[in-house]
């Protein structure tokens, strides 16, 4: 019957992997920067809101 296809099955099975793992690495590179963003949002939220309660007060 003679070869499979141009890449073999034991690559083809690398190739997999190494798309396996890219992908999950950029997906846990996605979830830290939406989690830096988060964070620098309500830190941000948090110092508006008391630079609003800071003015009420003295005025």
């Excluded at 099975?13 to 190494?18: A, H, K, P, S, Y």
């Amino acid at each position: 019957m003679g070869t499979r296809g141009v890449i073999g099955d034991k690559w083809s099975m690398r190739i997999l992997w190494v798309c396996a793992i890219g992908s999950a690495i950029s997906l846990y590179m996605v979830a830290i920067g939406r989690q830096t963003q988060n964070r620098e949002r309500m830190t941000a939220e948090s110092l508006k809101a008391m630079e609003s309660e800071g003015s009420g007060e003295e005025l």
